[in-house]
């Protein structure tokens, strides 16, 4: 699942929020996606909930992945930004303007950073809710 347009905007924070919240729709709607696909028992003859959970773990894990790759290359490069600013601010200690912008890109990278345990959460919370309903029908590989 790839961010709309082709790539993360790392320069906008509001926008890279707004892309991760694209990017998090199949965990947002995990729920809906697991009552309407895995059939209750009356019904477990009609659907290969086998399959259809496997299915849904394989798009789910490939949202997780692509996301934490997106945030990670965003923070690895406001982190050079900021690393830049710095080496900037040794050689011109007196530059208001160098210091408030580093600032800046250094509260961007918090927030990035952030994301990370934002991310960590929405994931926790959507395997939870996987395993809670497709335990029975699909157990999934286990992760290093």
Known sequence: M???GGSLNCEDFSMFQEVLKVMRTIDDRIVHSLN???PTVSFSGKVDATQTCKQLYE???EAHLSRDKAIKSC???TSEVVGQLRE????????LALIKQLRKEQTKLKLMQSELNVEEVVN???LKIFHERCRIHYTPPKVK
């Open 2 to 4: 790839a961010a709309p």
């Open 36 to 38: 309407t696909t895995v």
């Open 59 to 61: 798009s789910m894990m």
């Open 75 to 77: 923070i690895a490069q």
């Open 88 to 95: 900037e601010r040794a050689k011109d200690s007196d530059n």
């Open 124 to 126: 926790d919370r959507s």
